[in-house]
């Protein structure tokens, strides 16, 4: 199962870099119109094609991916940062009244969709990258609270945990100190998921006008734009797909692929 | 002629040896035991009578059920006998049941599978009579209670009604007592028996007590590490073992040590009137929520230098009276001093008196963190000192308490997963003695142990009684350890003390009936020293 | 159970009070005056006050919160502030799009996810669990919206065989409803099913690790047999779980997939009313769309008891 670690850690791999070269380089500038060049197929001078402005779409992709893997990386940060301290909260505080608020709070996020969260936000706010980063990333919060609470109550239950109570330890000092490293395992690979999740709700809200606002370049927005020149232009809309999904499929290659590399009781079955 | 032969078997999990040439036989109307220490491959043997093996397993050998070779059977012609020709009964009792069904319905199965002509509503009838037959009549267990209303020994009843449904010829039992209590164990020991012999069953038992083994079997086969080292008539092998295992596991089966004498000294832990209640969900929308009394009204004293047991089923209240004593739960009404000092003040536990007192738990694998060395784990009670030492003084301190326990320096670098459970067990007494605290508690501290780790353990315990005075309460479901480890014993049932005093003339001359009821289930090893 | 019931119904009613204020303050803290937005730049300030005062907009917040609950109780969802027509027939239209399609989504996966996922548990490790396991890892990386997108290309464009957007409508009979909703309700599925298959395989094959699994095979039952009776009630708990979560899910994606077929559905009409800032429209929409949700999760927990009997009887 390594070979699902290495090819989905080079997918993402690609794609992070596609980003990064893109702050130095492009093949051509993403924003300079061509008309003349437009609605190339994909050919030696442009390599994959051009839109129906004449951009070149390997420029555009490059610089999309900035979009995507920001929004998507901001999201999951938010979504751990909140989501994992009230998931430890909860487990500390079994039971109690503090556990039962945080649980109910959760599960009436649940029945936000971060698109109905998004329309709202845009609603007030107006649309931006900055507000598809929130409504995913609020989305995100009761992800982790919840898989990081349900990982805590069990370890809470092992005698280690009573034995560093005995220890007198507080409650807070052993989250810290014995629950959250033993919990990281989980929120690595929960985090990669959340990841892939995170790209592809960015990709549905640009598309449908709720995320990044042009100029600024996003998949979402040239799926969007592929839509009514589908039967004329495919590739408009096959580039972008294919990049969403060779994105989300290494991340989700790569969360399967920590997963059996991390738990140790699937190393030690094959030691 | 024998009733099931299992010849010259060999057997590996994806090219791992398990068992190395097993022979045994068992004949109709016989009770064979199975006996040896975790690893031995006993239960693999059962499992390969039944021929349900994990995936990649490999067999070499004969298993003749009567003249049928189970190992060239197709899986259709074994499904037929199992169930049928061999039942089969389990450890885990609140597991084997599956949650969602009827336990009639599971039981009625048996018949249902194996003959698809029966209609279901003779099928019930017999699964009614099956059950009523394993002690659940149906006037209290009708066909439509669900697993979860039922205890842990009505759970393995209905497992054995299940096994036994169609009368099979061989019935074999993988360590069907061990998750229960005592006297939940007696009696099921009994039904087991009885069915044996009413149907000329031949009987399987798989078990590492050698005491139920020597109890109830007519013939024993011991093993270690996948091979048979010895097999006999019971009475004959207990009086002439040949193999130097099955003298050492009989030995430190019964295993006793010999404490320091102390000299009496003042009280150290006074447990006055505690009570402990639990809420319970209310039964009703408005009614008042009901409570549980876990430990009712319990008064105690341990003096210094005193070793004190603590005996009782589960349920009893042992664990929430543990719990109370370590300052872990605030207790309803009476008091917990130790040293005078109470283990908890106004709503948080008092630390000065928490780093008096530390505990030894049952699991030798859960109750380390695994991602931390020894050093760092030894030294977790450190927390509770003012001033931790540090440095060379810290050093020190590890390798003494690693010494004490029969471990060396070096360990403290490596991670507790290199370790096995007897050495886990002794870190965990190193733990306990960093501080060197004034009481130890044992929570079950020995139970989960192999008999002759056990044995080194309690030899372990009773050497450091020496070096360090040790004040102590043990606490076991196990009447033989308790009875070598502690001077003086408290008997616990349904949250009360029901009976206090010295260990030996308590277990010898039990005044309170539930004490005699425990005494008498508890199976007991004969005397066979003498013979050695 | 009907205590259960009961719990689980009292904490459906507490979930919708605070969803619903939720909402409500979000969109109170809205910037602009709905009643100006309406009227443009050059309205008189009499005919403003007068609107105001149609609107509620001039009383407190807490008597306009409490207006807004008792009338979506009462079936009064209010009135669209741009199309002045009331709101709650603007959405009941809409929503004989959206929630036939969620339907039609959730049926299509459920019907492909459970025989997938069975399949590939019962075929552990061998080179059929691999290949579902496989379709599985791809159908959870595709976006809807783009399989939405080439379901047209080559269903509608190129073959002809559904039309490449727009609905019917249920006067022309449910099976021509039906035909038009297919095409949008298999790219809502895909995804859904990719996941929905994968619990359902991991789900069994925790319960195939079960004790009593191995008690049903020491009874006689074949691997198939056990599988059947014992494993799979067993394994639907989880499933359950998962199929309540998804239905949000797919309500959300409905928003954007009727976006690709031009689908008047409840997202067509939510972003009209963005960009007309009727935020009245938004509010109840959002507010529907969260009830259901809600809802669809009470009726999860009660299928719980139905399979579960432990939950039945917790007295």
Not at chain 2, 455 to 478: K, V
Not at chain 3, 62 to 79: E, K, P, S
Not at chain 3, 221 to 245: D, F, K, Y
């Amino acid at each position: 199962m390594r070979r699902n670690l290495i090819l989905g850690g080079m997918l993402s791999a690609l794609f992070v870099l596609a980003a990064l070269i893109s702050y130095v380089w492009t093949p051509y500038d993403h924003v300079a119109l061509n008309i003349p060049n437009k609605l190339q197929t994909p050919n030696a001078v442009h390599l994959l094609g051009t839109d129906h402005f004449g951009r070149d779409i390997l420029s555009m992709i490059m610089v999309g991916a900035r979009t995507s893997i920001a929004v998507a990386l901001v999201a999951v940060g938010i979504g751990m940062g909140l989501g994992i301290p009230l998931g430890l909260w909860a487990a500390a505080r079994q039971g109690s009244w503090l556990d039962e608020l945080i649980m109910r709070g959760n599960d009436l996020v649940f029945a936000f969709p971060s698109i109905v969260i998004a329309i709202l936000i845009t609603a007030i706010f107006g649309a931006g990258a900055i507000n598809a980063i929130i409504a995913i990333g609020i989305f995100n919060i009761p992800v982790f609270a919840r898989i990081t609470r349900g990982a805590a109550l069990s370890l809470w239950q092992r005698e280690f945990i009573l034995a560093a109570r005995v220890a007198g330890k507080s409650a807070a000092r052993i989250s810290v100190e014995h629950i959250l490293p033993n919990v990281t395992n989980l929120l690595i690979v929960q985090g990669t998921i959340q990841f892939s999740l995170g790209i592809l709700a960015e990709a549905a809200l640009s598309y449908v006008g709720l995320g990044a606002q042009p100029p600024t370049p996003s998949w979402g927005r040239m799926l969007a734009d592929a839509q009514t020149l589908v039967s004329i232009a495919p590739h408009m809309a096959l580039v972008p797909g294919f990049a969403i999904i060779l994105t989300v499929l290494g991340l989700n290659l790569m969360g399967d692929g920590l997963r059996d590399y991390l738990d140790p009781r699937l190393r030690v079955v094959r030691a | 002629m024998s009733l099931l032969s299992i010849q010259n078997l060999s057997l590996s999990i994806y090219g791992l040896d398990i068992l190395r040439d097993v022979t045994l036989s068992i004949a109709a109307g016989e009770i064979v035991a199975i006996t040896g220490e975790s690893g031995s491959g006993k239960s693999l043997t059962a499992l390969a009578a039944m021929q349900l093996l994990p995936k990649g397993t490999q067999t070499k050998g004969r298993i003749m059920l009567g003249e049928t070779d189970l190992t060239q059977q197709d899986e259709k012609t074994l499904c037929g006998i199992r169930g049928n020709d061999i039942g089969m009964v389990f450890q885990e009792p609140m597991t084997a049941l599956n949650p969602v069904q009827t336990i009639g319905a599971q039981v009625a199965e048996t018949i249902r599978i194996h003959d698809r002509s029966i209609s279901r509503a003779a099928a019930e009838i017999r699964a009614a009579e099956t059950l009523t037959r394993v002690g659940l009549p149906q006037d209290r267990f009708p066909l439509g209670r669900y697993p979860h209303e039922l205890s842990g020994g009505q759970r393995q009843r209905v497992v054995i009604a299940m096994a036994i449904a169609l009368r099979p010829r061989l019935l074999i039992a993988d360590e069907p007592t061990t998750a229960l209590d005592v006297t939940t164990q007696a009696q099921i020991l009994d039904l087991l028996k009885h069915l044996a012999r009413a149907d000329g069953m031949g009987l399987m038992m798989i078990t590492h007590d050698l005491a139920v083994v020597a109890d109830m079997a007519d013939r024993i086969t011991v093993m270690r590490e996948g091979e048979v080292v010895e097999e006999g008539e019971t009475g004959h092998l207990l009086r002439h073992m040949n193999h130097s295992y099955t003298k050492m596991l009989f030995a430190a089966s019964g295993h006793q040590v010999s404490l320091p004498e102390v000299a009496a000294q003042p009280p150290l832990l006074e447990v006055t009137n505690v009570s402990r209640d639990y809420r319970l969900p209310r039964t009703t929308l408005f009614s008042p929520a009901g409570h549980f009394r876990a430990v009712d009204d319990v008064s105690f004293t341990i003096h210094r230098g005193e070793r004190l047991g603590l005996v009782g089923e589960s349920g009893c209240g042992k664990s929430t009276l543990t719990r109370a004593v370590l300052g872990l739960e605030q207790v309803q009404s009476g008091t917990i001093t130790l040293d005078g000092a109470p283990v908890f003040s106004g709503n948080a536990p008092n630390l000065a008196v928490r780093r008096k007192m530390q505990v030894v738990f049952q699991d030798p694998f859960g109750s380390f963190n695994p991602r931390h060395r020894v050093d760092r784990l030894v030294t977790e009670p450190f927390h509770l000192l003012p001033d931790p030492p540090a440095g060379a003084d810290r050093t020190r301190a590890i390798d003494e308490a690693l010494t004490a326990v029969g471990l060396t320096p070096a360990d403290a670098r490596k991670y507790i997963h290199e370790f096995s459970g007897g050495q886990r067990q002794r870190i965990a007494i190193a733990r306990a003695l960093i501080i060197r605290p004034e009481l130890i508690l044992f929570d079950e501290a020995v139970s989960a142990l192999d008999v002759s780790v056990r044995a080194q353990i309690l030899d372990l315990l009773a050497e450091l009684c020496g070096t360090y005075d040790l004040t102590y309460l043990f606490i076991s479901h196990d009447l033989s350890v308790v009875r070598t480890v502690t001077d003086r014993v408290l008997v616990m049932q349904s949250g009360k003390i029901v009976e206090e005093g010295p260990t030996g003339d308590t277990f010898d001359n039990p005044q309170h009936p539930y004490t005699r009821s425990l005494i008498d289930a508890a199976p007991v090893l004969p005397e066979m020293h003498a013979a050695e | 159970m009907v205590r259960y019931t009961f719990k689980r119904l009292l904490s459906l009613l507490l979930s919708l009070a605070v969803a619903s204020l939720v909402i409500f303050a979000v969109i109170e803290v809205a910037p602009g005056d709905p009643a100006s937005f309406m009227l443009g730049m050059n309205a008189q300030p009499e005919t403003l006050a007068a609107l105001r005062t149609e609107l509620g907009l001039d009383t407190s917040k807490v008597a306009r919160y409490l207006a807004w609950v008792g009338g979506m109780l009462t079936g009064d969802f209010g009135t669209s502030y741009t199309y002045r027509t009331p709101v709650i027939g603007m959405v009941a239209d809409r929503l004989w799009v959206s929630l036939p399609l969620a339907l039609y989504a959730l049926a299509l996966s459920t019907a492909v996810a459970f025989p997938a996922g069975i399949f590939a548990a019962s075929r552990r490790g061998q080179a059929g669990d691999i290949g579902v396991m496989g379709a599985t890892q791809l159908g959870v990386a595709i976006p809807n919206f783009w399989f939405a997108m080439m379901l047209v290309l080559i269903f509608a464009i190129n073959l002809r065989w559904f039309a490449a957007g727009g609905f019917v409508g249920w006067d022309k009979g449910f099976w021509a409803g039906m035909h038009a909703l297919t095409l949008p309700a298999i790219a809502l599925a895909l995804p859904q099913a990719a996941i929905l298959a994968r619990v359902m395989r991991s789900s069994l094959l925790d319960v195939l690790g079960e004790d009593f699994m191995r008690t049903a095979r020491a009874k006689g039952l074949t691997e198939r047999q056990a599988l059947w009776r014992h494993g799979l009630r067993n394994a639907l708990i989880p499933v359950l779980t998962i199929i309540g979560l998804q239905f949000s899910f797919l309500l959300a994606g409905s928003i954007i997939i009727e976006q690709v077929f031009y689908l008047p559905g409840l997202g067509r009409l939510v972003f009209q009313s963005i960009s007309a800032r009727d935020l009245i429209v938004v509010e109840s929409v959002v507010m529907l769309l969260v009830f259901s949700v809600i809802v669809v999760n009470f009726l999860v927990d009660l299928a719980y008891a139905a399979v579960d009997p432990r939950l039945r009887s917790r007295s």
